[in-house]
Nanobody
């Protein structure tokens, strides 16, 4: 089981930026999902365990960027934030390939709230 520790959420005005961090206890492919009340967890971005390939959802491409360092920490740089980006953001890890489906991830962080005011 991969342990995940997230940080970096908060309140920001529309157009602002935030950076989320997620540190894993071991090397794995990592992803960010987000969830709002009453909705399913939505894929935001994912990155392979070596960091060679990254993926972003259509709704965030060009504004968000996932990256990782050599010490098992993944980052989600979020720019030009919009009110519709407001959600709880979850980090996830898998020993398999990056997937767009939340059900393919066994390990999850505790979640961090991102709130974008208009």
């Amino acid at each position: 089981q991969v342990q995940l520790l997230e940080s970096g959420g908060g309140l920001v005005q529309a157009g602002g930026s935030l950076r989320l961090s997620c540190t894993a206890s071991e090397r794995a492919a990592m992803a960010w999902f987000r969830q709002t009340p009453g909705k399913e967890r939505e894929f935001v971005a994912g990155i392979t365990w070596r960091g060679g390939n990254s993926y972003h959802s259509n709704s965030v491409r060009g504004r968000f960027r996932i990256s990782r360092d050599s010490k098992n920490t993944a980052y989600l740089q979020m720019n030009n934030l919009k009110p519709e980006d407001t959600a709880v953001y979850y980090c996830a890890a898998t020993q398999g390939s990056v997937s767009f489906r939340a059900s393919d991830y066994a390990d999850w962080g505790q979640g961090t709230q991102v709130t974008v005011s208009s």
